[in-house]
């Protein structure tokens, strides 16, 4: 069965440093999604991503946030300068164009900072 | 705006109890989906049930039913005779009824299964 591919699965960094987070949908589908978890939190919006650009982004996705499709297949979500409150889970997740269809996320990616 | 209430933070229940968790939603919306995600101890997201707005039957999946109710907008998840692999947080979510409309989660319910 196809599914969401998300790596590092857990990823320790420091304050300040740059982070990449890398996801591989699912290869039919067009519609691409990042959100994240603070643990013990509910899970939270932060873009969305289509035909090459952002569709929808949160107040949470500020300017130390970036998404890129660089290739067929990757869709990557970069933290510039990571801050503490970045700790969290973060999921990838996929849908395709057809009506409305459930979200399928990948298993996420712990990252924390120090 | 969207929104999702689940008021049950936490529910323990012994096993082979039923156990109802309910999800209250909020949407100016006529058109809209309403799903169910199971978050186990290894913290991926698990698909359960996705639910048009037009569709108020009932439906049932082995122990698992839900009940949407649209007079109370609400979409309530049941499950039967539960077992210990049921522990789990739950989220309820919403999504508009176009094509890449993000997922508004509630804050999940915590159930843990007695053995």
């Known amino acids: 069965e196809p599914e969401v591919t998300q790596t590092p699965s857990h990823q320790v960094t420091q304050m300040g440093q740059e982070v990449i987070l890398r996801c591989v949908p699912i290869?039919?589908?067009?519609?691409f999604y990042w959100y994240r978890q603070i643990l013990g939190q509910k899970v939270e919006f932060l873009v969305s991503f289509y035909n090459n650009e952002i569709s929808e982004k949160s107040e949470i996705f500020d300017d130390q946030f970036s998404v890129e499709r660089p290739d067929g297949s990757n869709f990557t979500l970069k933290i510039r300068s990571t801050k503490l409150e970045d700790s969290a889970m973060y999921f990838c997740?996929?849908?395709?164009?057809?009506?409305?269809?459930?979200?399928?996320f990948g298993e996420g990616s712990r990252l924390t900072v120090l | 705006a969207q929104k999702v209430t689940q008021a049950q933070t936490e529910i323990s229940v012994v096993e082979k109890e039923d156990v109802t968790l309910d999800c209250v939603y909020e949407?100016?919306?006529?058109?809209?989906?309403l799903f169910w995600y199971k978050q186990p101890p290894s913290g991926e997201l698990v698909f359960l049930i996705r639910r048009n707005s037009f569709d108020e039957q009932n439906e049932i999946s082995g122990r698992y039913s839900w009940n949407f109710q649209k007079s109370t907008s609400s979409f309530n998840f049941t499950i039967t005779a539960s077992q210990v692999v049921d522990s789990a947080v739950y989220f309820c979510a919403l999504r508009r009824d176009f094509g890449n409309e993000k997922l508004t989660f509630g804050t999940g319910t915590r159930l843990t299964i007695i053995p």
């Open positions: 997740a996929s849908s395709t164009s057809l009506g409305v269809g459930e979200l399928f």
């Open positions: 949407t100016r919306d006529t058109t809209y989906y």
């Open positions: 290869s039919n589908h067009l519609y």
